[in-house]
């Protein structure tokens, strides 16, 4: 813990652009982010003619997420004209395997690099070491120390975590006790949802945190750890989850309990959480990590950069929270619990992928 | 002289004692697995036959391959080691923290990771052999304990690492970076210890029998022990070297190295009732785990059946021939 | 001398005793480590006790225990199985085929335990018979079988657990979790098919010794084949009772189930080199690690303290029984 | 190199090169040796005798530096040491062959001969090459030209006790303990042993020799020292002594037959193996036990003994031919062939006989479960009472059912071990070695077993290495060589002579002639 403190003191060393510095957090957004958002990247330099290869690099498709993501880049491709080759390489969540991916395609030699990174550090240098090759590199879903690529594009990760802490601590009247939940400690997202949630909370004077707990984001887990901090707090009013399935695995808690549920805040909601949310009647607000609109947005920004255009050194991607109100308008019914919205394709192209509801 | 007799009789039971290829039929096997799915890979994609390819096969089987090394000493004496990955972890992590916090030279820093290292394993070749603990849940407790300290250490990326750390990963000679060089050297020396020195082949005589090794006067605690920490070290260094290919300490770092290297190992041979196997079959073992998810890549296999298919494999690298059993 | 002679005696007989504290901490060790805990609980987390928690306690014990009556019959063979979780994450994709309308639960349970039979088959072959040690060929049959599933399931498993399951998994006979009711029968009828049956004493046998079971006419193959045939069925009757009770069934179903059965059967006493243990010591070291990991969340302990705490009670467990192996073998 | 320089004998020092005085050593309030005296002088061959339990195999290690010593003190060359540990041994010039080997049967022979202690060439690394030249050097002088470069596992038998001898060479031992060697020889191959024993006391160096057999006790050594119950009890030139006496001294009582009376009536052909073929091991091998009847099953070490022992009850794999009981073939595993009437004790008791860890009850009713349960439900009072008549009717001590077996004596685990199959009803009986290890009173109950076996109308094929043992019971004698029949031999035909001949001769002319120099005539028999 010491480290860590020492760290985040000598992060903030002058605004040098050879990385170190830690994402600056000013008022729930990525300061260093909303201005990169201002930065013009000149892409002249990678102009080249079409039909291009391109390799994407992503989580694979071992959860509804990364399926998602996965589909929405395949079709996106096969429906542009001037996609030649798609190099479709899934790490399959394994950081290190993406390292040797991203080496692979060094010797390759595609004409961008479409990455959707399995560590922020992790891949740091391998994206400074395919830029040095010369293949431009698109980062996409979960940034990357040093920021050597070409440009960034996301939702704010930590807006996303903080936006529904702050949506849920308003709920609240801006008191009571509230439980957070994690993803898998020392992984990007469930970290980054957590700074946020937690400087989210520390607005509000008389919220007070009785639990913070990781569950690895898995529905299970996080119904055990539920009933654990049920166990130490008789009252609980709110529940905080980086990811729904945290929160999805609270709710049964709590119906089992025979408990009133108490109000969530959700980050990336599956389609699974909005079925049950909407089952249980809950009052939730969630904000999106959205895989469909990241993905093809990333596609489109990296043919922008083959074809030259002028990109932004980060692109922002809007991410709309919502809550029970307009549930309706973001569950799919048609499609499995581990689909994760928005729609971007066709429905036939999700249930040709496998995502069908059964 | 009538002794004569006694030899004749086993010379007609037992053949020749060149049953070379039975003894190594392991070893020849991975190779011979190597050598077939490079041909097959290079015959479909032609960018993966490229020597600088090959490099780069060998510059991604450093940390297993370093790690595999100190698994393999530990097999051989008898016990395994189920804390390498998180060794990594932390000492990658320690490394890269105290970088970025202090001024040491990188190079003390590197000196002191591995010491942590050779601590970790000593402690748990202490509680092996001394204590008489199962080696697997010893070190199966030392990989909770020692992914708790590596959160501890940190729970987000680290600074990035001095350049040191880059060039340690990046320098070549011509297309074959230095890493790889020093890699086989050391895969070099790990072969020269365990086949030519004292203590190496103690190594084998512990893992064999440890009542053996004993009434011979071999020290079979320190023997043991020290297989731990030089796993330790081994575990420690492959860290370093992970950090300096990510360049920023990660929190995920080393994952599963502990099943891979078990893998490997048992793949290439050694036995893991101890004694016996070859480093030769295991540094192919190595290769063979590497190319396959290098081949993965340049022939972009589905997702969905990247597992299954590297399952496969290693099915078949470890049930085609019969391993023998303890007796 | 000859009263030192008897002096000497009547030393031998009685050990030390720091020796006997550690002999009685090892017999006993799961057992007392697990109500030191519950004592520290009640004074430090007295919330620990609340109805609900106990509850969930009580069926995450019972989940994680069922798997151990199995892992605990493969270790008793000698072996190891790596592949449980595999198993336990089988249960998601039956269980998710029976939720959707018109799947038959018969149909599915059948192609559930004929999964799990071909697991256990498959795994006791590489071990009898290609002669694959346990803890290689169960790790590859871990991979191949979370490969092939998903492959086969395209990652879509997640989906509320069908009600007949969340009955299964939630609900009690006079306050007592089914789980548990389902658990505490499995392991008496083990118990007594271990202590009281042919096939029981096989199992210690082919454990204790291989080789001379099989000359006094034990069919080792058959055994062993068995035990892991039964492992796999176990960890698919834990895997229906942890996705009952979870009331959902989520992909990463079952992902500690591999390294927890194994850690609570040999902090419960069995031997990892086989031929000793038996079904009590296992419950008790299910119980103790799940109240372990109930407590530090209770308790409110940071993440990194609850894992160290795991690893060193873990280290504790084997310690204790190494110290107590240790000093039967210098007095035999 | 010292290897090969011989021990140098001050002239006419009888300075006792080895000395035990008062050493005691207790287990668990079990006295294994109660201030024991013993004494080896510089270039004698000195045997130590006594009956199982007598504490010969704890005084080896002691000797051995495995066991540490309650009280007394080890003097060696005058030096005494409290605790000998297996560094100091070796360093005082102790070695000890035990009687399981010590060797890895994963490495070359070689290097078990300098395991611990390689041989440095070149930059201080060990030389693989240097060892094997070393080696063979010391096994020349031990008359062998066994490759040093082969793997242990492929060695026989008596090549790895000669592995075991160069390796106490090699430490340039002055006192080299051999516990039990002959258990695992051929006669023939103990003469080998002897010659070698013999070159060894010619250099200076002293052998302390410990045996069940008394025959080369009288053979072999000078001395000869008699423990009992754990206690010195007499240590004698052996030329003083006669083997009455020393039976008398070892058991309290004289035996006066080893081997019972038999009267044997012998029926129809009850076990058959007809053309036998493992690949390898046994070629077209022919063998018929009839019922009531003692076959013996003779030849050296590796001519196919215990490969066609193992093969009746299924253990190998056959590749052609028939073994067939009462007619029928019988099934190709050992459950099936005890439920069908045909039962095989092994040879080597430890890995394959006794279930260690369990208790003496648990090991005689493995093999007949079935009869104590009713729908695979055991019932624990109907075997605790057969287990108990078992112990009684063997004569096993302790008489308790509940201890564990590895508790027991060779002797008593192997009775343990007989008495298991006994209560099978068996039609015909395997016995590989049965008296392996065992001391004179228990063999001469095993033998009172066998009988009872084969008065009972069953068939017995006894394989044994222990020539006065097979004449002493069998009625018909097989000898094999290489794996085939070279002879077979009605009683009366039976000599150790005829059977070695038939043991050794070859095809080939130039074969050594063996002289038929059984070890000397004053077996137990009358």
Redesign the interface.
Known sequence: ?V??L??TG??KEAGQE???AKPEKVDGVSADLMADADVTVDTSKYKKDGPYTIAAL?Q?????W??TW?ETVKYEASQNPDVGEL????S?G????Q???M??????KPDAIMLNP?????????V??AMAAGIPVIVCGNNV??KKYVTYNDVDLYAVGYQAAAKLAERLGGKGNVILMHGI????AA?AWKQAAEDAFAKYPDITIV?S??A??????G???A????????QIDGIWSGGS?MA??AM?AFD??GKPQPAYGVDNP?N?FL??AQEYGVEFDAFPDPPGTVAKACLETTLKVLKGEPVKKYEAIPAEGFNETNLDEHYVPEL???FVGPLVLPMEAYIA???K?? | MTLTLAERVARTRLGPPSSWLRRNGAVVFVYLLVVVLYAVAASISPAFGRPENLAEILRQSIALGVVTIGQVYVLLGGGIDMSVGMTARVVGLGVAVTMGATTIPPILVIVLGLAVGAAIGLLNGVLITRIGATPFIVTLGMLGVLSGVALAITDGPTDVVPDFFFTMYDAAIGPVPIAVLVFLLIWAAAWFVLNRTTYGRNVYAVGGSADVARLSAINVHRTRTLTYVISGVCAAAAGIFLLSRSGVGDPGLGQGLEFSSIVAAAIGGISLYGGRGSIVGAFGAVLLVTMSSNIFDFLHVNGYFQQLVLGAIVLVGVSVYRTRGRQ | MTLSTAVDRSAAHRPPLAVQVVDWLSRYSAISTTVLLLIVAAIVTPTFYDETNLRTVAVQTSALGIVVLGQMVVLLVRGIDMSVSAVVAVTGVIATSAAGGGANIAISLAAAVGLALMVGLVNGLLITWRKVPPFIATFIMFIVVSGALLAYTKAQTSGSAPAWLRRVGSGSIAGVPLPTIIWIAMGLLLFGVLTRTIWGRYVYSVGANPEASRHAGVPVFAVTMSAYVLCALCALVGGLMYSGYSGYIDQNLGNNVNLNSIAAAIIGGVAFSGGRGGVLGAAVGALLLTVLTNMVVVAGLEIYWQLIAQGLVLIFAVAINGLRDRWIRDTA | MTLASPVSTESGSTEPLLELRNVSKAFGGVQALDRVNFTVLPGEIHALVGENGAGKSTLVKILAGAYVPDSGEVIVSGESHATLTPQRARAAGIAVVHQEFNLLSELTVAENVFLGMLPKGRLGAVSPEKAARLTTAILARLGSDLDPRRYVLQLSVVEQQLVEIAKALAGNARCIVMDEPSTVLSPEELKVLYAVLHRLRDEGRSIVYISHRLSEVFALSDRVTVFKDGRFVSSDNTVEMTEDELIRRMVGRPISELFPERVPSIGEPVLEVRNLTVPGKLFDVSVTVRRGEIVGLAGLGGSGRTTLARAVVGLEDVAAGQILLEGTRVPRSPGPCARAGVVMVPEDRKAHGIVAGRSVAANLSLPSLRRFSRAGVLSFKREQSMAARLIAQFGVRPASTRVSIHNLSGGNQQKVVLAKWFDTSPKAVVLDEPTRGVDVGAKSEIYAIIEDLSARGVGVLLASSDLTELLGVCDRIVVLREGRVAAELNRSDASEESILRAAVASGTSDEPEIAPQAPQSRTEKQ
């Not at chain 1, 399995?118 to 391998?126: N, P, T």
């Not at chain 1, 400690?185 to 990007?188: E, K, P």
């Open positions: 813990m480290a860590a020492g760290l000598c992060a050879s990385g170190g992503t694979g498709p071992f959860n509804g990364g399926l996965d190099l479709l390489l899934p399959m394994d950081a290190d395997g390292i040797t991916s080496e692979n395609l060094v010797t390759q399995q560590g922020r550090a992790a891949l740091s240098a391998s400074s070491r120390e040093g400690a020392g992984v990007d970290e639990g707990e990781y690895n984001w898995s529905v299970a887990t119904k055990e750890k009933t654990a901090l049920m166990a130490a707090n008789p399935e999805t695995g049964l089992e309990a599956t699974g079925r049950l499995s619990d581990d992928a496998g995502l509801r059964k």
